[in-house]
C-alpha cells in the first residue's frame, strides 16, 4: 500500500478555552481530490494552517509525503502549493510580476520560471490581463490570479481555501474545472469549502467536519448511503386529510410524512418506484394534486442528519 | 533569492505612490515652510538705514561731521541725514518721512513720532546712538577741561575698535543656528523611514497579513529574502533623503558645508537606522498595523523634538538634565552627525555618532529577526 500523502493522527488544537480540533484524523492518498466539508467554524482552516505548519498544535502528528512536516521542511514546501482564503497579491505589482514573484519563491531557473508564469496564466485565464494591476480585477479575476500565485510552480499538493467565495458563476466555472485539471495532471488535491454543490462536484472523496470533528469520510456515494433518507418525494396540493397521511406513512420504505405550505413530503428510506406507489395512493384516493417533484440526497442531507442542523447554519 | 526579493521590493516601494509623495514632498515641503520662516526673521533682524533729519546750528561741527560719516552712501550706511529747518524737520516727522529730529547743541536731543508705532525700534536705535553720542562728547569737553594735552589721544582711542577675541575657521561650514533646524529636518526623513521598515515585517508574518502567510509557506529562507527588502529599502530611502539634501543645499541654498560625501554617508546610516527602528516595532506584538504605525510616529516625534526640531535649546536642555539620552536619541544622533561636520575639524564626534547609529541598527534588525524566525503561531 502506497505511503498517504497526508496522514493526520489525534490531532488536537486549542485557542485557549476553544477546543478547534478534537483528536481529528485523516489520511489522503496521492490522486485525490479530497474536500473538506463543514461549516464556517468547523475547523477546515485550522486543520489546512496544522497541516502546513503555520500553526501550532497540542497533541497529534502530522506527516507529508511520509515526513513530519515542519517550519523549516524546505524540501517539503516545494512540493506544496497553497491558494489561500484570503487573496494574497502585491498591490503594486502586476499580474505577470506577482505569479513570477511568488513562483520565483520556488524556482531558480528564470527560463523555466518563465515558461511556468506563461503556463499558469494561461490556466487561469489572466494571459490578456498580464500587465493589470490587482485593483484593475474584478472580484473574480483577484481569485483566479491568487489561485495562479499559488500553483504556477507546479507543485505536487496543492491546497485550496475556500478559493471560490465571493466569486461571480463564470469564474467560479472556470476555477473549478482548472482545480480537475491539475488533478488531471497529477496533482493531489485537498480542497476546503462550505459549498457543497462544489464538493460534489470535484471531489473524489470527501470529510465531514463539524465543531473540530471528522464525522464521516467517504465518497459522496458512500456518503449518502451511511443516512437513512435515499428520497424525498414532494407534491404541490391543496390540503390533504389527516388520516390520509397516516396511510402514506405505512406505504413500503416510506419513513416520514408531513404537510408543510400546500406541499406534502414523503420521506424514503431505499427500495425503487416509491414515487410511484405514492401517486398510485393519491390517484385511488381521487386527491388532485399539482407539481411532483423526486429528490435524491445531498451532502447538506448527508450533514443534517449526523448533526441535526443544516450545513449552512 | 536576495536580488530576487530586492528587484521586486524595489519595484513594489517605487510603485507606491502615495509613499513616494510622502517621504519626497514631506521634507521638501516642511525644508521650504523653514526657509522661508528663517529668511523673514533673517530680514526682519536686518538693519536697515534710518531716515532723520538733523538741525544744526554752525557751532555744531562734531555733530555735523558724525552725521555727514554716518550718513556716507555704502553697505555700512546707518543714518539717510536731511539737514533742515525746526519747521521743515517737524513737517517731515509729521508725514513720517523720518524717523526722528537730531536737534544740535549741547546735550544733543531727540524728537520722535509717537504715532510711529511701528518704528519703535528704530526710534530706539536714535535715542542708543543719541545718549552715546552726548556721553562721548561729555567725556572729551571734560579731558578738554582737565587735561587739553589728552585730547587727541583720546578721540584716536574711541575712533580704533579693539577686538579682544580673535575668530579662527577651521572649516567652511557654519554655526548658524537656523541651519540646524535643517539638520534635524533630514533626521526626521531618515527616521519616517521606519514606516517602509514596518511595512517589511508586517508583510513578513503569517500571522499579522495574508501575503506573510504566503511567503511563510515558500521553500525560500526568510531571513535572505527580508535582508533582500531591507536592502532595497534602505536604497530607497537613502536616495529620496539624498534628494531633500540636494534641494536645500542647491535649490534653497542652506549652507550645509561642502562635506557632502559624509553627509550621504550620515543620511545612508540614518536610514539604515529608521528601517531598522520600524521592522523591529513591526515585529513585536500582534497589535493592528495602525497602532504600530501610531507608535512609529509619536517615538519618531518626540525624538525629533528632544533633538531639537521644534525649539533649537531643546537638545542642550536635554544635555543639562539627561545627557544619556542625547548619545542614544537617533534623531540627536543624526542631527548631532551633520553638526559636526559644520563645525569641527575632526571627523571622530561624527564617526562616533555613526557608529552608534550602525550598531542600534544592527541590534535592532538582528532582534527583528529573532522574533520573525519564529515562523509557527499559536494563533493566525
Known amino acids: 500500500m502506497s505511503t498517504p500523502v497526508i496522514k493526520i493522527s489525534n490531532l488536537v488544537k486549542r485557542y485557549h478555552e476553544l477546543l478547534a480540533l478534537d483528536h481529528f484524523n485523516l489520511e489522503i492518498k496521492e490522486g485525490e481530490v479530497f474536500g473538506l466539508l463543514g461549516p464556517n467554524g468547523s475547523g477546515k482552516t485550522t486543520t489546512m494552517n496544522c497541516i502546513l505548519a503555520l500553526l501550532t498544535y497540542d497533541k497529534g502528528s502530522i506527516e507529508v509525503f511520509g515526513k513530519e512536516m515542519r517550519p523549516d521542511s524546505y524540501e517539503l514546501k516545494r512540493q506544496i502549493g497553497v491558494v489561500m482564503q484570503n487573496v494574497a497579491v502585491f498591490e503594486e505589482l502586476t499580474v505577470y510580476e506577482n505569479i513570477d514573484y511568488f513562483c520565483g519563491l520556488y524556482i531558480q531557473d528564470k527560463a523555466l520560471r518563465k515558461q511556468y508564469v506563461e503556463e499558469a496564466m494561461e490556466f487561469v485565464g489572466l494571459q490578456e490581463f498580464k500587465n493589470f494591476f490587482p485593483r484593475k480585477l474584478s472580484g473574480g479575476l483577484l481569485r483566479r490570479l491568487n489561485i495562479a500565485c499559488g500553483i504556477a510552480h507546479k507543485p505536487r499538493l496543492i491546497f485550496l481555501d475556500e478559493p471560490t467565495v465571493a466569486v461571480d458563476p463564470q469564474s467560479r466555472n472556470k476555477i473549478l474545472e482548472g482545480i480537475e485539471e491539475l488533478n488531471r495532471q497529477g496533482a493531489t488535491i485537498v480542497y476546503t469549502s462550505h459549498y457543497m454543490e462544489e464538493v460534489e462536484q470535484i471531489c473524489t472523496r470527501i470529510a465531514i467536519m463539524d465543531k473540530g470533528k471528522n464525522l464521516a469520510i467517504g465518497t459522496k456515494e458512500e456518503l449518502k448511503q451511511m443516512i437513512k433518507k435515499s428520497e424525498e418525494i414532494r407534491i404541490e396540493m391543496v390540503d390533504i386529510p389527516q388520516e390520509y397521511l397516516a396511510d402514506i406513512r405505512n406505504l413500503k420504505h416510506v419513513y416520514e410524512v408531513r404537510f408543510e405550505n400546500h406541499n406534502l413530503h414523503v420521506l424514503c428510506s431505499g427500495g425503487k418506484h416509491n414515487l410511484l406507489r405514492v401517486l398510485d395512493y393519491l390517484q385511488e384516493k381521487e386527491l388532485s394534486f399539482g407539481r411532483v417533484y423526486s429528490e435524491l440526497p445531498t451532502l447538506n442531507d448527508v450533514f443534517l442528519e449526523i448533526t441535526g442542523k443544516e450545513l449552512r447554519d | ?380
Open chain 2, 1 to 380: 533569492m536576495f536580488w530576487h526579493a530586492f528587484y521586486y521590493y524595489l519595484k513594489s516601494t517605487l510603485r507606491q505612490k502615495e509613499n513616494l509623495c510622502w517621504t519626497l514632498l514631506f521634507p521638501i515641503a516642511l525644508g521650504t515652510m523653514f526657509f522661508v520662516a528663517f529668511s523673514g526673521l533673517s530680514d526682519e533682524e536686518s538693519l536697515h538705514t534710518i531716515p532723520v533729519a538733523a538741525v544744526v546750528k554752525e557751532e555744531d561741527i562734531a555733530l555735523k561731521s558724525v552725521l555727514d560719516t554716518l550718513g556716507e552712501a555704502g553697505e555700512d550706511q546707518f543714518l539717510e541725514v536731511t539737514y533742515a529747518s525746526e519747521e521743515e524737520a517737524l513737517d517731515l516727522l509729521q508725514n513720517k518721512e523720518i524717523i526722528g529730529i537730531l536737534h544740535g547743541g549741547s546735550p544733543v536731543t531727540l524728537s520722535v513720532n509717537a504715532q510711529m508705532d511701528n518704528m519703535q525700534m528704530e526710534q530706539s536705535i536714535l535715542s542708543a546712538f543719541v545718549d552715546q553720542y552726548n556721553a562721548i562728547f561729555d567725556g572729551i569737553k571734560n579731558v578738554a577741561m582737565t587735561n587739553p594735552e589728552k585730547v587727541e589721544a583720546v578721540i584716536r582711542g574711541l575712533s580704533e575698535e579693539t577686538d579682544y577675541n580673535k575668530e579662527i575657521t577651521y572649516t567652511d561650514g557654519t554655526m548658524d543656528e537656523m541651519v540646524s533646524y535643517f539638520f534635524n529636518l533630514i533626521a526626521m526623513t531618515c527616521l519616517y523611514a521606519s514606516m517602509t521598515g514596518l511595512k517589511i515585517a508586517i508583510r513578513n508574518q503569517a500571522n499579522l497579513s495574508a501575503l506573510g502567510a504566503r511567503r511563510t509557506l515558500s521553500p525560500t529562507h526568510r531571513l535572505i529574502s527580508i535582508l533582500g527588502e531591507i536592502t532595497a529599502c534602505i536604497l530607497f530611502q537613502t536616495v529620496i533623503v539624498w534628494i531633500s539634501l540636494f534641494y536645500l543645499g542647491v535649490i534653497l541654498k542652506v549652507n550645509f558645508g561642502s562635506q557632502t560625501g559624509y553627509m550621504m554617508l550620515a543620511s545612508l546610516v540614518g536610514c539604515m537606522f529608521g528601517i531598522s527602528f520600524g521592522f523591529f516595532v513591526g515585529c513585536i506584538g500582534k497589535m493592528e498595523e495602525a497602532i504600530k504605525v501610531g507608535i512609529l510616529m509619536v517615538l519618531t516625534m518626540f525624538n525629533c523634538f528632544l533633538s531639537g526640531l521644534m525649539v533649537h535649546s531643546m537638545r542642550i536642555q536635554v544635555e543639562k538634565i539627561c545627557p544619556w539620552y542625547n548619545k542614544i536619541n537617533p534623531a540627536a544622533l543624526i542631527s548631532d552627525s551633520f553638526y559636526a561636520l559644520s563645525v569641527f575639524q575632526s571627523h571622530d564626534r561624527y564617526f562616533g555618532n555613526l557608529a552608534t547609529l550602525f550598531a542600534m541598527a544592527v541590534c535592532l534588525c538582528v532582534a527583528g529577526f529573532f522574533i520573525v524566525r519564529r515562523e509557527k503561531y499559536a494563533t493566525l
